[in-house]
T-cell receptor
Framework: DADVTQTPRNRITKTGKRIMLECSQT?????MYWYRQDPGLGLRLIYY???????NKGEISDGYSVSRQAQAKFSLSLESAIPNQTALYFC???????????FGPGTRLTVL | AQKITQTQPGMFVQEKEAVTLDCTYD???????LFWYKQPSSGEMIFLIY??????QNATEGRYSLNFQKARKSANLVISASQLGDSAMYFC?????????????FGTGTRLKVLA
């Protein structure tokens, strides 16, 4: 079973709709992250959380919100989706000891 | 400014040959970490190798090695004996400390194609 899971894997929605992307992890890591990937731009950090009570904005947080429901769950919401939010979204986790981030499989979101 | 630069949008290499993917970074933090990730066409991100800013020796993981030149602020990935399965997008990333917390910054990636 995958250590970091994301649901849904693919989503097509319309402008103005509210969308929630969910991330769950079984690695026991405190730190969780949301990134978006656009062609030619690499990965950019949207939000990150170092524990359940800690939420921090990343580089491109406008238009997004997050919720850390539990250590294992970190959700990303688009309150009113717009077409330029069409992208591949990744959730990732890390702990404070090991240095790598572990990524989920990604969610491909298309906003029409 | 904290930044990662990958200047090679795409590269080709012949199977079984070595290839170097370039990465330069910019940070004023004395303590930072440098990473390489592989993204195959299936989309997942796969961790390859890590180098800490205070590490004296270059990191190696199997066929992957990181050529760390601190004075030049470069962290190039070397893949030895390329295989067809190495064809993928490769991202260089940096972990920095900002206001006491960690952040990760990614480069724009290099697409590697291994030729048979």
């Amino acid at each position: 079973d995958a250590d970091v899971t994301q649901t849904p894997r693919n989503r097509i929605t319309k402008t103005g709709k509210r969308i929630m992307l969910e991330c769950s992890q079984t690695k026991g890591h405190d730190r969780m992250y949301w990134y978006r990937q656009d062609p030619g731009l690499g990965l950019r950090l949207i939000y990150y959380s170092f524990d359940v009570k800690d939420i921090n904005k990343g580089e491109i947080s406008d238009g997004y919100s997050v919720s850390r429901q539990a250590q294992a769950k970190f959700s990303l919401s688009l309150e009113s989706a717009i077409p330029n939010q069409t992208a591949l979204y990744f959730c990732a986790t890390s702990d404070g000891i090991l240095n790598e981030q572990f990524f989920g499989p990604g969610t491909r979101l298309t906003v029409l | 400014a904290q930044k990662i630069t990958q200047t090679q949008p795409g590269m080709f290499v012949q199977e079984k040959e070595a290839v170097t993917l370039d990465c330069t970074y910019d940070t004023s933090d004395p303590s930072y970490g440098l990473f390489w990730y592989k993204q195959p066409s299936s989309g997942e991100m796969i961790f390859l190798i890590y180098q800490g800013s205070y590490d004296q020796q270059n990191a190696t993981e199997g066929r992957y090695s990181l050529n760390f030149q601190k004075a030049r602020k470069s962290a190039n990935l070397v893949i030895s004996a390329s295989q067809l399965g190495d064809s993928a997008m490769y991202f260089c990333a940096m972990r920095i400390t900002t206001s006491g917390t960690y952040k990760y910054i990614f480069g724009t990636g290099t697409r590697l194609k291994v030729l048979a």
